[in-house]
């Protein structure tokens, strides 16, 4: 029971344009949304995260838009920069309990010059 | 950057030995998390731990082992490793939410394991 989707393996997208990726969800319960980056032969960094009582959060180049009703979310990357090809992984977490983060599968996000 | 050490960052074995993944960490942190990632499902817990000698299964559990005996330190276990066990393995640490976590963990570099 996949709780956290990552639809899109991969993502192309011309430097200077905009990048969104998405995230679909099942589980109403869910806190946090976070997302992180990751390249290759490193562990993932955390990026940014949003909770579930809010529709947006921002920081610099980088938003995330929740839409609890579609149970949906974005990361915005505006404008996209070289290196900013990573794979991006969407995250939940619920305070409550274990406290364990279900993450997505990743998007792998190539910026093209 | 946090204090995660994992070791051994790669490692070759034949199928049926066992084998044992070690991370260390410098933060005090009290969660430790073992996850491992494959393509096409991303990151997946393995098993995880909330204090010195507590330690909880994840959803990709079977054929693996843990233990803290330590708050330092993270052990996972390969009882008799197997084909399906090839991955790249992270270690993380987080916070309580208690103390201001909001879900964020902190990785290490990971641990690149071959079963032939």
């Known amino acids: 029971d996949q709780q956290v989707k990552q639809n899109s393996p991969s993502l192309s997208v011309q430097e200077g344009r905009i990048s969104i990726l998405n995230c679909d969800y099942t589980?109403?319960?869910?806190?946090?949304f976070l997302w992180y980056k990751k390249y290759p032969a490193e562990g993932p960094t955390f990026l940014i995260s949003i909770s579930s009582i809010k529709d947006k959060n921002e920081d610099g180049r980088f938003t995330v838009f929740l839409n609890k009703s579609a149970k949906h979310l974005s990361l915005h990357i505006v404008p996209s920069q070289p290196g900013d090809s990573a794979v991006y992984f969407c995250a939940a977490f619920i305070i409550q309990g274990a406290q364990k983060l279900v993450f997505g599968q990743g998007t792998r996000l190539t910026i093209n010059p | 950057d946090a204090g995660i050490t994992q070791s051994p960052r790669h490692k070759v074995t034949e199928t049926g030995t066992p084998v044992t993944l070690r991370c260390h960490q410098t933060?005090?942190?009290?969660?430790m998390y073992w996850y491992r990632q494959d393509p096409g499902h991303g990151l997946r817990l393995i098993h995880y731990s909330y204090g010195v000698k507590d330690t909880d299964k994840g959803e990709v559990s079977d054929g693996y082992s843990v233990s803290r005996s330590k708050t330092e330190d993270f052990l996972l276990t390969l009882e008799s490793a197997t084909s399906s066990q090839t991955s790249v393995y992270f270690c993380?640490?987080?916070?309580?939410?208690?103390?201001?976590?909001?879900?964020?963990?902190?990785f290490g570099e990971g641990s690149r394991l071959t079963v032939l």
């Open positions: 933060e005090n942190h009290r969660y």
């Open positions: 589980n109403s319960m869910f806190d946090y």
């Open positions: 993380a640490i987080s916070e309580s939410w208690d103390r201001g976590n909001t879900g964020e963990l902190f």
